[in-house]
């Protein structure tokens, strides 16, 4: 189930769904964000979606979903046994499947003075390269997607740790140290990059401010 646009593209790097089962009202968005994003990069005609939608929700708006490019617009609450029967009918060829999402290159070109693969979680600088942890990766595309604005602590535990954040800060900081370090080993600086605010979150800044820290080291 599709809760947040953001998680939903994130995990599309990751893994290859045959259906998406999205809400039309999500955490950061809408239905409507989730299809046109599919569009844009490709991978509508590989993905059927089914969206739920509110009981009161008008005709009209359960149209415009179809418009759109919904395959199947449901209304809450999910019935199970409608649902199941769909996705039996949703039977895709793997191979065309896994033909049509394949990343052709790198998805992240560049970030903190680096260039990012984030299928092989590799991060490359100068010739040299470091493949990276699943969290390493996750937060740099966190990050990424949010330059010049501020990421809460929050954010960052929900979304990286997949737990909620109450005022410590360690694994977080633990988490920077370890990237900082795999940047190093290439070569690169993601202290100059990296603003820590404090018992507030993490900034990126593509522009490499001077006053920029990140931590010691």
């Known amino acids: 189930m599709c809760e947040s ?62 418009l759109l490019g919904a395959d199947v617009v449901q209304r809450d609450p999910l019935r199970i046994d409608v649902v199941t029967a769909y996705l039996s009918r949703f039977r895709v060829d793997r191979v065309k499947l896994s033909a049509r999402l394949t990343p052709a290159g790198p998805v992240i070109q560049s970030f903190a003075g680096t260039s990012i693969q984030v299928v092989d979680r590799t991060v490359r600088r100068a010739g040299k390269s470091v493949d990276l942890t699943p969290r390493e990766m996750e937060l740099i595309q966190v990050l990424h997607e949010s330059p010049g604005a501020i990421v809460t602590h929050e954010t960052l535990y929900e979304e990286i740790l997949g737990r909620r954040f109450h005022g410590d800060t360690s694994n977080l900081r633990v988490l920077l140290a370890k990237l900082a370090k795999s940047f190093r080993t290439v070569g690169g600086q993601l202290r100059h990059y990296i603003e820590v605010i404090p018992k507030t979150g993490l900034r990126y800044r593509p522009d490499s401010p001077p006053r920029c820290k990140l931590a010691p080291g």
Not at 6 to 23: D, G, M, N, S, Y
Not at 29 to 55: F, M, P
């Open 5 to 66: 646009v953001r998680l939903l593209k994130r995990a599309l790097l990751h893994t290859r769904p045959r259906v998406i089962l999205t809400r039309h009202k999500l955490h950061d968005g809408y239905s409507d964000d989730v299809i046109s994003w599919l569009d844009n990069t490709g991978q509508r005609d590989a993905i059927k979606i089914i969206v739920l939608v509110n009981a009161g929700v008008t005709a009209a708006e359960e149209a415009r979903q179809i």
